[in-house]
């Protein structure tokens, strides 16, 4: 049996890559889930606009377009990869 070429490795701990994550975390989400979707404009600091995304129990704050169009590509795979992984039988 051969692994797939993606695998998930759950990450400890914080961690930062190449794209500026400060904050590795995992989550299982199962349901429907609560979200909520605001812009932040800090009043003091330098840390600028953010986009702060709530699904359930996780927030995201978005810093820039870069990385909104990250997320975005993300969540249209794993839509793409939806429909096969949950008509599967165990």
Request: overall charge positive.
């Amino acid at each position: 049996m051969t692994a797939a070429p993606h695998q998930l490795h759950v990450v400890g701990g914080h961690s930062q890559n190449r794209g500026g994550c400060t904050v590795a975390c995992q989550a299982t989400l199962h349901g429907p889930q609560d979200t909520s979707v605001r812009t932040l404009i800090p009043v003091t600091g330098t840390s600028g606009p953010h986009v702060a995304v709530r699904i359930g129990p996780i927030l995201l704050l978005i810093a820039d377009r870069p990385a909104m169009k990250s997320v975005l590509d993300a969540w249209l795979h794993a839509d793409q990869l939806a429909a096969a992984a949950f008509e599967q039988k165990p």
